[in-house]
């Protein structure tokens, strides 16, 4: 990986070391290409789509980019991607991010990161939670990215709506919870999932 990769990306594509052994599981991180081909991928997502066989190298690869299209992949024109999965008997949620191509390299085509994690066996997704208090598809991308720590203007960026209509969509969320704060939101999904 490049020098100017983020740290994050770094760290969560490492190869497990001898002293991570009691460390809880990694989550899986494969990095697709436009044609939605593995072009990178960490040890952990190779176990956990992999499983039960063990592959390394070239197999490795193949096996990952079968199980990337059967496994994850709903649409491919546009790309959609399942929320969760099974392998074997675990239960994973899959964690879609579409990038852009860097300044350097604007004529690439943008890539796609999937991060999979390991859902807990009483884990309420946010899939869940939306459908409880019948979020609308665009309330629930904003609690996503409110979830995942980003302001106001970075969630517009990324919905590609205006702050004020990111404020709207949150005063709905907030009306729907029975909240009155944005932290409110964020608390009242933590707490609706730990009750699981």
């Given at each position: 990986?490049?020098s100017?990769?983020?740290?994050?990306?770094?760290?969560a594509?490492?190869?497990?070391?001898?002293h991570d052994?009691?460390?809880?599981?990694m989550?899986?991180?494969?990095?697709?290409n436009a044609?939605?081909e593995?072009?990178?991928?960490?040890?952990?997502?190779?176990?956990?789509l992999?499983?039960?066989?063990q592959?390394?190298?070239?197999?490795?690869?193949?096996?990952?980019?079968?199980?990337?299209?059967?496994?994850?992949?709903?649409?491919?024109?546009p790309?959609?991607?399942?929320?969760?999965?099974?392998?074997?008997?675990?239960?994973?949620?899959?964690?879609?991010?579409?990038?852009?191509?860097?300044?350097a390299?604007?004529?690439s085509?943008?890539v796609?990161a999937?991060?999979?994690?390991?859902?807990?066996?009483g884990?309420?997704?946010?899939?869940?939670?939306?459908?409880?208090?019948?979020?609308?598809?665009?309330e629930?991308?904003?609690?996503?990215?409110?979830?995942?720590?980003?302001?106001?203007?970075?969630i517009?960026?990324?919905?590609?709506?205006s702050?004020?209509?990111?404020?709207?969509?949150?005063?709905?969320?907030?009306i729907?919870l029975g909240?009155?704060?944005?932290?409110g939101?964020?608390?009242?999904?933590?707490?609706?999932r730990?009750?699981?």
């Amino acid at each position: 990986m490049g020098s100017n990769m983020p740290q994050v990306f770094l760290d969560a594509a490492r190869e497990p070391r001898t002293h991570d052994v009691l460390a809880p599981a990694m989550a899986g991180f494969v990095l697709l290409n436009a044609e939605l081909e593995p072009i990178s991928s960490n040890a952990e997502a190779i176990h956990i789509l992999g499983y039960p066989e063990q592959s390394r190298g070239r197999r490795a690869h193949s096996l990952l980019a079968d199980k990337v299209v059967s496994s994850l992949i709903t649409h491919r024109s546009p790309p959609d991607f399942v929320p969760e999965f099974t392998s074997g008997r675990r239960l994973y949620a899959c964690r879609t991010f579409f990038l852009n191509p860097s300044a350097a390299n604007r004529s690439s085509a943008p890539v796609v990161a999937l991060l999979l994690e390991r859902k807990s066996p009483g884990w309420l997704s946010l899939g869940e939670i939306s459908e409880s208090y019948n979020l609308t598809r665009r309330e629930r991308q904003t609690v996503e990215l409110l979830v995942r720590g980003l302001t106001t203007k970075e969630i517009a960026v990324q919905m590609s709506v205006s702050p004020n209509t990111v404020k709207a969509f949150l005063r709905l969320v907030m009306i729907k919870l029975g909240v009155s704060t944005r932290s409110g939101i964020v608390g009242k999904i933590i707490s609706m999932r730990l009750r699981q």
